[in-house]
């Protein structure tokens, strides 16, 4: 079976501050991919990356930062310099080949000025 | 691109009655998603389509639920008869990707918030 945990429910952080969201993923299948999205007080799902089961990279898009480590099945997600527009609910999900798609219970982040 | 697009934003409706969710996905994606979120049980899946043909309705809650899609442009939710419990909001989403397991991210509608009194 699948699964995601976002053991972080709700995380608080003042503005200019670097925050990691943690995400840990269980699952049986060799090839999978990771994802994460945001969703914003106005409710709209909104993804931000992809990432293979193959492909350990880790990866930076402007302030935002992925470190995905197989041995520890994780896929954790650091904001660097947070601002007020990245209070968000943050969701971590999983995918594979075999079954349905798997959402963590998100993380709630508020950023304040 | 105008993005998945969900019809209605809101509906309110009496418990007993018929709701029908419609939503559109992005030309050219063929799979596409509903989801269900609540407090209490997050994100659900309730059925995915992969060039309109249903693969998995696994998650769909009870026989009240059912859904279509007729053609690639358009997909409904019907859930009959509605009960306060099925208050939620409902998203459907699109991916150019073939199944649950996309290696594409999902493309999500602006949801449909659902309340049965």
């Known amino acids: 079976a699948q699964k995601v945990t976002q053991a972080q429910t709700e995380i608080s952080v003042v503005e200019k501050e670097d925050v990691t969201l943690d995400c840990v993923y269980e699952t049986r299948d060799t090839t999978y991919y990771l994802f994460w999205y945001k969703q914003p007080p106005s409710g709209e799902l909104v993804f931000l990356i992809r990432r293979n089961s193959f492909d350990e990279q880790n990866e930076i898009s402007g302030r935002y930062s992925w470190n995905f480590q197989k041995s520890t099945s994780s896929f954790n997600f650091t904001i660097t310099a947070s601002q007020v527009v990245d209070s968000a609910v943050y969701f971590c999900?999983?995918?594979?080949?075999?079954?349905?798609?798997?959402f963590g219970d998100g993380t709630t982040l508020t950023v304040k000025p | 691109d105008a993005g998945v697009i969900q019809s209605p934003r809101h509906e309110v409706t009496e418990m007993g009655q018929e709701v029908t969710l419609r939503c559109k996905p992005i030309?050219?994606?063929?799979?596409l998603f509903w989801y269900r979120q609540t407090m209490m049980r997050g994100l659900e899946l309730l059925i995915y389509f992969n060039n309109n043909v249903p693969i998995d309705d696994s998650g769909m809650p009870e026989d009240r639920f059912s859904a279509k899609m007729p053609n690639a442009s358009f997909s409904t939710l019907k859930i009959q008869p509605s009960e306060p419990r099925d208050s939620a909001v409902y998203f459907c989403?699109?991916?150019?990707?073939?199944?649950?397991?996309?290696?594409?991210?999902?493309?999500f509608g602006s949801g449909t918030r659902l309340t049965v009194v």
């Open positions: 989403a699109s991916s150019p990707g073939t199944g649950s397991s996309s290696p594409y991210g999902y493309t």
């Open positions: 999900a999983l995918g594979t080949n075999a079954g349905k798609s798997t």
């Open positions: 030309s050219g994606h063929n799979s």
